[in-house]
């Protein structure tokens, strides 16, 4: 709904991000963002009966999406004739996605995680695709497959009560951003002391040492955070 009494017939989708290609401004940047346990429900006509949609986390309508350093994760669809788990692109759309994790989408068995309609193109660069029913399909182009992970990102406390999608320690994510040239991560966090960088919207930061030139000092650094550190005492 929009606004007092309006009703906005139609295909129901994007969830978490919804893109139309028919805008003046037909361009769609994510970088460092985490678009997780979203659900896509079906729509309505004007006529009253449901109709479909789709994109749990991104709905692509046309245009152009660049993602980069995102993590999609554990979107839902409402029902199965509903397309992308994760990530639907219709009309002429294109989404280039980099270094990212998308991971967890298992809602209906014959829905995919990143689902691209016939004419429609995906170009993928080095990412992680991990837990879906079914990475990609739909009859669309896809391109840079080959470069993809299958590793489990581990992530530190995924769904509820947490909604904690940093990556843990053992993450396959770790590392595997080769060519990122994406500083800092959703926490601000530096991404260069790790080079390369981690797959997904986070970087992982492990305790470690380090001494100032001059002042005398040996610092420790760490996360305060029991989820992050389960033990420890700080």
Do not use: C, K
């Not at 046309?62 to 993590?71: E, K, L, R, S």
């Not at 809602?107 to 080095?126: E, K, L, M, R």
């Not at 001059?214 to 389960?230: H, I, K, Q, V, Y």
């Amino acid at each position: 709904r929009g606004g007092v009494g309006d009703i906005y017939w139609g295909a129901g989708g994007g969830a978490g991000v919804y893109l139309s290609g028919f805008a003046e401004d037909n361009t769609l940047t994510l970088n460092n963002v985490i678009i997780a346990d979203n659900l896509a429900e079906m729509g309505i006509s004007s006529g009253g009966t449901t109709t479909g949609g789709g994109g749990g986390g991104l709905f692509l309508n046309g245009g152009t999406a660049n993602i980069t350093h995102a993590t999609f994760a554990q979107n839902r669809l409402g029902a199965s004739p509903m397309q992308g788990n994760g990530i639907v692109v219709i009309n002429g759309g294109t989404a280039n996605i980099n270094h990212s994790i998308i991971a967890n989408h298992t809602s209906f068995t014959d829905a995919v995680a990143v689902h691209a309609q016939a004419g429609n193109n995906v170009n993928f660069n080095t990412n992680i695709l991990f837990g879906n029913n079914t990475n990609t399909g739909g009859g669309g182009t896809f391109t840079g497959s080959g470069s993809n992970l299958s590793g489990d990102p581990n992530f530190v406390a995924a769904g509820s009560p947490n909604f904690n999608y940093h990556i843990n320690n053992g993450s396959a994510a770790i590392d595997q951003a080769v060519g990122s040239t994406t500083a800092v991560d959703i926490d601000n966090q530096n991404r260069g002391p790790f080079d390369p960088p981690d797959l997904g919207a986070d970087e992982y930061v492990p305790l470690y040492l380090y001494v100032l030139p001059g002042d005398r000092s040996l610092s420790l650094n760490w996360l305060a955070d029991s989820t992050l550190l389960p033990g420890l005492d700080h």
